[in-house]
């Protein structure tokens, strides 16, 4: 068995929202509270991610002044262009811009506006997909997104529509290798806020080692659960958690292998029935239902024991 990164990397891991909104744009809190209420529940990174649009006057909130050596602050927005088959305009989270980054050009679509974020050295987040009802036709055309959000806590709260999986899947089964988050997108209105984020492998808590893990995918996603180590063999997955009630691996189309019990912290599963799939990922069902998401895992780039 060979433990996959970030398991298997040095450092610890680090709690981190990579979506949320402050009283720069429709958010409620100033972003000193934003920060202070993430900073104050344990959090160890935050970007703010307010809506990049002129109606707002292009927030791109510095709070490089609340980093602090036990916090970090990532500069970030959402960013917002024309157009997609069922909506006006894109929702693309960017995380790790530059202050200085220009407003959205007249003629800038979604996937060019997320080509220069990407350039200017953001990581890129395709944001809550069911809630605007993206297809994979045009998530396609956003070649330069890291991730998919495969939970989104606001939607789910508000709209019922917080699932980002039928995306991500539908992405991977067309060759994309994307890696997937959790977040809160919290506008602090309802309850949104601590519902859904990553926990990220890094040997410092700094912005530059932070968004580098990021692009290179070294984190998982939670909604409560901890996973402490997934292994893979030829023939099978170990698994090793907080007390679970199931622990799945999902693949291509309905290929999958899952285990149900009760108090669940280690589950080794065969993967034969996943044979046919390039692709899998780690999914822990906790006791209160709460889940845990690893980031996908590609056949083709594990080491040949
Ligand atoms: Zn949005
Ligand atoms: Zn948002």
């Keep these: 068995m060979a433990t996959l990164a970030p398991f298997s990397l040095p450092g610890r891991f680090l709690r981190g929202n990579l979506h949320t909104h402050s009283d720069r744009s429709d958010g409620k809190l100033s972003p ?10 344990g959090y160890d990174f935050l970007a703010i991610t307010d809506h990049f649009l002129a109606v707002f006057e292009w927030p791109l909130v510095d709070t490089r ?65 069911a809630w605007y009802s993206l297809s994979i036709t045009d998530a396609e055309t956003l070649d330069a997104a890291h991730a998919v959000e495969i939970y989104n806590h606001g939607c789910h709260l508000m709209h019922d529509k917080g699932e980002g999986g039928y995306l991500l899947d ?6 994309h290798r994307l890696s997937t988050y959790a977040c809160d997108d919290a506008h602090f209105k309802c309850p949104d806020f601590g519902g859904g984020w990553i926990e990220l492998k890094a040997n410092a808590n700094e912005p530059e080692t932070i968004l580098n893990a990021l692009k290179d995918g070294h984190f998982y996603s939670t909604q409560g659960p901890r996973i402490d180590e997934i292994a893979i063999a030829a023939d099978a997955v170990e698994v090793v958690c907080s007390a679970a009630k199931g622990v799945l691996v999902a693949g291509q189309g309905y290929l999958s292998a899952y285990h149900f019990g009760t108090g669940l912290t280690r589950v080794s599963l065969p993967l034969e029935s996943l044979a046919e799939s390039p692709w899998l990922r780690v999914v822990i069902f906790g006791e209160d239902g709460k889940r845990a998401w690893s980031n996908p895992i590609w056949k083709d780039n594990l080491v040949k024991a």
Excluded: C, N
């Excluded at 539908?170 to 060759?175: A, Q, R, V, W, Y």
């Design 32 to 41: 000193e509270q934003v920060i202070a209420t993430y900073r104050d529940a």
């Design 65 to 129: 002044s609340f980093q602090s050596e036990r916090f970090t602050t990532l500069l970030g927005a959402e960013l917002h262009a024309p157009r997609t088959e069922m909506s006006d305009i894109w929702h693309i989270v960017a995380v790790g811009l530059p202050l200085d980054f220009a407003p959205a050009g007249p003629d800038e679509d979604g996937p060019a506006l997320a080509r220069r974020a990407r350039a200017a050295g953001a990581f890129i987040g395709i944001a809550h997909p």
């Design 170 to 175: 539908g992405m991977l089964d067309k060759g």
